[in-house]
């Protein structure tokens, strides 16, 4: 990448829209609002200033490939479409809708979307398959796989690493959304993860870490692709669950969130700095 | 031709195909010296084999995989079932030493419920050739379907010439009014010699070797049911979920009853040995099955079954 000054402004305004639109998902119903809020800057970033995907060449084989295997986190890739303009804005409204295909996990009835995903532990292998048809027809598209951090429990994970690292997948980056909580824990105190940059570079993988809601650091990073020669890229971005929102930021109860119509609008008053809201909705454990 | 022989000359002529395996090579020795890069091996990982066989798929490539039977429908089952079944993707799922032809290995080799969990998988097709020589002439079709597919991998060798091949229908080999036998796989070389002993003994005896397990052939389930005293389903599979199975669907869907005697492992893994000393104590000699429907043993003596050329 060779971008000489990033839009840094322009990109954490659209960050922004995004967590709106995220909050907004998060009634009628509700969503995965905190692993959304740690995903939506990188996302944002990724569509942004890294990866050559727009409207019109979905169709392209050339076109790189974004794989969101954490799924949950969907509402930030919605919010992005809709940013970009590659998703009609009114139709968030449809979330949950029947009538529509706006729901929990990413599915491939919304244009854009290269794989659905829920079942954690997938798309590190998809994204495999597509990486390794890329290579042998000499292609330079670039793959991207996000993950979560509780989704590397996962066993098909490792095994992914194992696979990407024996066929040199250069062309392959494994962003890990790194906002240190599993569905109802902090992982460290579950399942530890850490040292994770350890972990990956002993599976042969070339790894970055960095602060997943700067935008300076996103673009250091990612400028350095691929970051070695023959080496899957490992980028771990460090995020805060619920971040933008303190309310709800690195909460381990607020994982799934189903708010009333008040809490909402004080959310999106919050997100803009004016207040910290009460919330009063009950904690949902949904697994 | 064989199943190797095929493989390769179809992935030679057809630059979508893509061979890949879970470091199970038996079926394809020769095939990475031919193929380069097209030939991928991912070690002994069923579920990322799957899974990049979906991401191939979705490049425009059709993957034929290779992995053990039970391996490849149980430890990977939830990636064939979603990264396979939900998107349609045309991944070819070869299954080595499926059933009886596990042999030796024992209970965790034996894909005992394989055709009951992948044709319980929506989009998937499954089929089961009865020899080598059927499962060359059935692949040609499967793999040029943009369906996924599971085929139970029969390599043993015949002496019966197959009919051509059409998705969906079986191969009717006789008919007859007394008894017809349905079965699929290998036993299918059990039942040519079971219907001789019961020819001899003057029934008129159907056999049917059904090919296509989904989609099925009903119109050869109804006839056989309606149209013979007793119909005999012979697989090397659990009885819940296999060919008795269809055939009960079948005949409630129209309304219809029947007659049937299973052959078929009920709530059991069967006996771990070398194929014919499992089919004899299992009870699924050519001998033993006409006995069984005949009530009587006769002095037939069993032809020799002959050994698999390789386990694993």
């Known amino acids: 990448m060779q971008s000489v000054s990033l839009p840094t402004n322009q990109l954490k305004a659209r960050a922004l829209k995004v967590r709106e639109h995220i909050v907004r998902m998060s009634t009628d119903g509700g969503c995965f609002v905190g692993a959304s809020l740690s995903a939506a800057d990188l996302i944002v970033y990724l569509y942004s200033e890294f990866l050559n995907i727009n409207s019109d060449n979905l169709d392209d084989p050339e076109r790189d490939y974004l794989f969101l295997s954490k799924g949950h986190d969907v509402p930030a890739l919605y919010g992005t479409f809709v940013e970009l303009g590659l998703l009609e804005k009114g139709r968030l409204k449809n979330h949950l809708s029947i009538n529509d295909h706006i729901y929990w996990h990413p599915n491939t009835h919304i244009p854009g979307i290269e794989f659905h995903s829920g079942s954690l532990g997938h798309l590190p292998s998809v994204a495999i398959g597509v990486a390794m048809d890329i290579k042998i027809k000499g292609g330079k598209n670039k793959v991207v796989c996000i993950m979560g951090d509780g989704e590397l429990d996962e066993g098909t994970c490792w095994e992914a690493l194992l696979v990407a690292n024996a066929y040199k997948l250069d062309n392959l980056i494994f962003v890990i959304d790194r906002n240190r909580f599993q569905a109802n824990m902090a992982t460290e105190n579950l399942i530890p993860l850490e040292p994770l940059v350890d972990k990956f570079k002993a599976f042969g993988a070339a790894v970055k870490r960095i602060n997943g809601h700067s935008f300076k650091a996103l673009h250091e990073a990612f400028s350095a692709y691929p970051f070695e020669s023959g080496k899957l890229n490992v980028v771990i971005a460090d995020t805060v669950r619920g971040k933008g929102i303190p309310s709800i930021e690195r909460r381990a109860d607020r994982w799934f969130c189903n708010f009333n119509a008040t809490e909402v609008a004080d959310l999106l008053k919050e997100l803009h700095g004016e207040h910290v809201t009460q919330l009063t909705s009950e904690t949902l454990v949904v697994r | ?312």
């Open chain 2, 1 to 312: 031709m064989s199943y190797e022989e095929l493989l390769t000359q179809t992935a030679l002529s057809d630059e979508r195909f893509i061979v890949m395996t879970a470091e199970n090579r038996a079926l394809v020795r020769n095939i990475p010296g031919k193929l380069g890069n097209r030939f991928i091996d991912t070690g002994i990982t069923e579920q990322t084999m799957i899974g990049a066989a979906a991401g191939l798929a979705l490049r425009g490539r059709i993957p034929v995989v290779h992995a053990l039977a039970s391996f490849l429908t149980m430890r990977a089952f939830e990636f064939v079932r979603t990264d396979a079944g939900i998107p349609n993707l045309p991944l070819k799922l070869s299954s080595f030493i499926p059933g009886f032809l596990s042999d030796g290995n024992g209970p965790t080799h034996q894909a005992v419920e394989d055709v009951s969990l992948m044709r319980g998988i929506p989009n998937m097709t499954v089929f089961a050739p009865a020899d080598e020589d059927d499962l060359v002439t059935m692949l040609p079709q499967i793999w040029n379907h943009p369906n996924p597919s599971y085929v139970r991998i029969n390599t043993r060798k015949t002496d019966f010439q197959h009919s051509p091949f059409e998705p969906g229908k079986a191969e009717v080999v006789s008919r007859g009014d007394d008894v017809t036998i349905l079965t699929y796989g290998l036993l299918f070389e059990q039942a040519l010699i079971a219907i001789d002993i019961l020819k001899n003994e003057g029934l008129s005896v159907g056999l049917v070797n059904m090919r296509s397990l989904k989609p099925v052939d009903e119109q050869v389930i109804l006839q056989a049911t309606q149209g013979s005293n007793l119909t005999v389903t012979l697989e090397d599979h659990f009885l819940t979920g296999g060919l008795y199975s269809i055939v009960a669907e079948v005949l409630l869907k129209h309304g219809l009853a029947a007659k049937v005697l299973p052959f078929a492992l009920n709530e059991k893994w069967f006996k771990p040995s070398l194929l014919p000393s499992v089919l004899q104590h299992e009870g699924f000699t050519g001998k033993q099955i006409a006995g069984k429907i005949l009530g009587y043993n006769t002095r037939i003596v069993q032809p020799e079954i002959s050994i698999p050329q390789f386990s694993e």
